[in-house]
Each structure stands twice: as structure tokens, then as C-alpha cells.
């Protein structure tokens, strides 16, 4: 068994940033990846909102230039999956492509993925007009006309944020009643450029390359109506991807890791950061910040063993 300063799993941008200051901080450190670096950003052509990179570089750049960032203070990556995470304060062990490994401290960057909508033609218009963060992609949409579904806070707040972008914006919920807070929903409905379409699901996506409409059904009446909308931004959730640490680790409602502001866990020695943890915020820069942050305090706790 390989025994490990700091094991960090997942290389996207919270485990590449944790891998370049454990790594630059002359931990023993290994990263373990199962795909490819760089995480949900690949799957993005554009990101214009991490300060530094202007022009907006594809994900593909932004992800290849991390990992060139982390392979510069040469840190170790493994690729394969991490199975029989087991998380205690006494012992951190785990696989990878059959082999074990221990470490004295975790650094858990699993991530996190949207829930989709289930409809059968989403993946077809997934980058073509199917978007799952209006943050992210809202600026490609400026001035069309462009729908949410949704009822929480993330739809509510995606919808008031395409407002401010879009000519017209349709929210689409399957309920009369927003889970949404008060102020928000308050806000969504005095918006001017937002149509509540209420009671209503997703039956239809429809175009040629690129989604240019959506059907909606009224769950009473059954009434089908056709949105014109070059953009169907879908805020139904957010699955994180804690299937490993069920059970060993504090979660909250929603699934994911309770972190202190040290990105430190219920576990002493465990670490999280990124899309993975309760964080306000899911983007690059709040990844990559929080890898910096439980790096920093991994070291010292290692350093205090
Ligand atoms: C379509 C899309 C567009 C986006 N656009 C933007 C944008 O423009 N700007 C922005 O700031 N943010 C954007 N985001 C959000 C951003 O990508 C995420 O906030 C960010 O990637 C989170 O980084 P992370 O490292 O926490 O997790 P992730 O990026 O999810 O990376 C997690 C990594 O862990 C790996 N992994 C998981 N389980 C295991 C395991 N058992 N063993 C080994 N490896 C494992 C995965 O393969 C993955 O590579 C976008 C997201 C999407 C989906």
C-alpha cells in the first residue's frame, strides 16, 4: 500500500488548483483523476468569468492550462477511479486501478452535476441551446428570447438574471407556488420581460442543430403551447458526487459535504472543495479558491501528525 501525504480526488478546477498549492508546498501529494482534468469545464465552449482569461477561452484551454499550471510544480496524476474511500480520523485508504493507497490527509474534489430534465431530446441540444447555468452561458443568449424551468431559488434567480440580458424570458414551473424565497419570487413577478408559465412541464424540444422552441402542457388542462426561445436554461437541481463518502461524512439536505471555512469536514483530516461542498456559489473561481484554501490547511495538518 502506497502511503500518501495528501490524496486529492478529482481534477477538476477545485482538485488542480489543491494539487498546484500542495504540490508548490512540497507536500507528498497525488492526485487522482478518472476521466480527464479540467471537470465540468470541458463540457463548457466558452468561459468568459474567470478573472485573467480574457476573450473567454474554451473549456477545453481553461482546463488544459490548469493542468500545464499543476504539471509545472510537478504534480503527480493518477487516472482511474477511486473506489473503497474509507474515511476516518485515524485512516484514510482507498483504490485505484487495483491498487491501495493511504493517506493522512483527503482532499474530496468529486464535484457535482446538474440534473437533467429527462426529456429524450435533451443531450441532442446540450451546448445547442440547452444550458444548465445561466451564469455560465446567459451572455451567449443576450437580447433572444429564452426560457428556465424550475422552482427554486436557482430558477427563480436565473430567471431574473436573463431578464437583465434577454428580450424575453418564459419561467417555466410545474407548480403555482414557487420553493423559491419570498424576495426573489416578489422580484420575478414585478420583472417586466418574465412570463410565469405555472403548472406547466417540458413535452417538447424542438429544431434543427439548435433548439429554437419549446412545447409546454398544462398539467390540468393539458393545453400544449409552443415557446419560441433560442435557449432553455434547465435549474431543476444539482446532483453532488458524494456516492463515496455516504454515511462517513456530514451532509446537508441537499447532499452535499458541511464544510467549515477551512473547507474542513466532519472527519478531522478530510477536506472538500468545489461543486462537492455547500458552497453559495459553483464556478471556477469559487472551485479553485476553496482547493487553495483546504491545500493550505491539509499541509498544516499533516505537518501537526
Ligand atoms: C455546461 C457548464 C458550463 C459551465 N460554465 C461555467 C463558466 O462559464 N464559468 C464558471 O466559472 N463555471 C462554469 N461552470 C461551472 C464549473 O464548471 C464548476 O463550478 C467547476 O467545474 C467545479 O469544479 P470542481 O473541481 O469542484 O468539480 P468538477 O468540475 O465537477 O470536477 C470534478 C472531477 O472529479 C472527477 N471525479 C469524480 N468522481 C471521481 C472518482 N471517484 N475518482 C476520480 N475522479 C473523480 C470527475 O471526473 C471530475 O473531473 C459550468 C458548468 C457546466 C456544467
Do not use: W
Not at 265 to 271: A, D
Amino acid at each position: 500500500m502506497e502511503k500518501l501525504g495528501i490524496a486529492i480526488i478529482g481534477g477538476g478546477p477545485a482538485g488542480l488548483a489543491a494539487g498546484i498549492y500542495a504540490a508548490r508546498g512540497g507536500a507528498k501529494v497525488k492526485l487522482f483523476e478518472e476521466l480527464f482534468p479540467g471537470g465540468q469545464i470541458v463540457k463548457t465552449h466558452r468561459v468568459e468569468n474567470y478573472p485573467g482569461f480574457t476573450g473567454g477561452p474554451d473549456g477545453y484551454a481553461l482546463a488544459a492550462a490548469l493542468e500545464k499550471h499543476a504539471s509545472e510544480f510537478e504534480l503527480p496524476v493518477i487516472y482511474g477511479s477511486v473506489t473503497d474511500l474509507k474515511l476516518t480520523e485515524k485512516e484514510k485508504t482507498f483504490t485505484v486501478n487495483g491498487e491501495e493507497y493511504a493517506a493522512d490527509a483527503v482532499i474530496l474534489c468529486m464535484g457535482a452535476g446538474p440534473r437533467k430534465l429527462g426529456h429524450p431530446e435533451e443531450d441532442k441540444f446540450v451546448g445547442a441551446g440547452v444550458s444548465y447555468c445561466a451564469t455560465c452561458d446567459g451572455n451567449f443568449y443576450r437580447g433572444r428570447d429564452v426560457a428556465v424551468v424550475g422552482g427554486g431559488d436557482t430558477a427563480v434567480s436565473d430567471a431574473l438574471y436573463l431578464a437583465g440580458l434577454c428580450r424575453q424570458v418564459y419561467l417555466i414551473h410545474r407548480r403555482d407556488q414557487f420553493r423559491a424565497a419570498a424576495t426573489l419570487v416578489d422580484r420575478v413577478k414585478r420583472a417586466e420581460n418574465v412570463e410565469l408559465v405555472l403548472d406547466a412541464t417540458v413535452v417538447g424540444l424542438s429544431g434543427e442543430d439548435r433548439l429554437s422552441a419549446v412545447t409546454v402542457e398544462n398539467k390540468f388542462t393539458k393545453e400544449q403551447r409552443e415557446l419560441s426561445v433560442g435557449g432553455l436554461f434547465v435549474a431543476v437541481g444539482i446532483l453532488p458526487r458524494t456516492e463515496l463518502v455516504q454515511g462517513q461524512l456530514d451532509l446537508d439536505e441537499g447532499g452535499f459535504i458541511v464544510t467549515d471555512k477551512y473547507m474542513q469536514t466532519s472527519v478531522p483530516g478530510v477536506f472538500a472543495a468545489g461543486d462537492i461542498r455547500n458552497t453559495p456559489l459553483r464556478q471556477v473561481v469559487t472551485a479553485c479558491a476553496d482547493g487553495a484554501v483546504a491545500a493550505t490547511k491539509a499541509i498544516e495538518y499533516v505537518g501537526m501528525k
